[in-house]
């Protein structure tokens, strides 16, 4: 069955840097888009970052220029890179995928993983 892992969350201090990794089996990951989404408690969950099959990438306006999207192919593995991070960012972090395209819709997604927890303290 396919099954997302996400991992690299944690506590860190507002202005600090996170790298998260989503490692993926069970499908053919080069076929797949992968998202990022968020959600805080009492919140909605929301995009973030997405990577096409294509390595197309899109962004969330709240965290362009301080996120990276990039996938390894070989390692079946998506990452975000989160520098200059903020307490607003604090939220549980998934990963998800669909066939071929990024999308920034959360119904768009098939498969989804458990979560990772970011603390971004001020």
């Known amino acids: 069955q396919v099954q997302l892992a996400e991992s690299g969350g944690g506590l860190v201090q507002a202005g600090n840097s996170l790298r998260l990794s989503c490692a993926a089996s069970?499908?053919?990951?080069?076929?797949?888009?992968m998202g990022w989404f968020r959600q805080a408690p009492g919140k909605e969950r929301e995009f973030v970052a997405a990577?096409?099959?294509?390595?197309?990438?899109i962004y969330a306006d709240s965290v362009k220029g301080r996120f990276t999207v990039s996938r390894d192919n070989a390692k079946n593995t998506v990452y975000l890179q989160m520098n200059n991070l903020r307490p607003e960012d604090t939220a549980v972090y998934y990963c998800?995928?669909?066939?071929?395209?990024?999308?920034?819709?959360?119904?768009?997604?098939?498969?989804w993983g458990q979560g990772t927890q970011v603390t971004v303290s001020s």
């Open positions: 998800a995928a669909k066939i071929r395209d990024a999308s920034h819709e959360v119904r768009e997604y098939t498969y």
């Open positions: 069970g499908l053919a990951f080069g076929a797949y888009g």
């Open positions: 990577i096409s099959w294509t390595r197309n990438i």
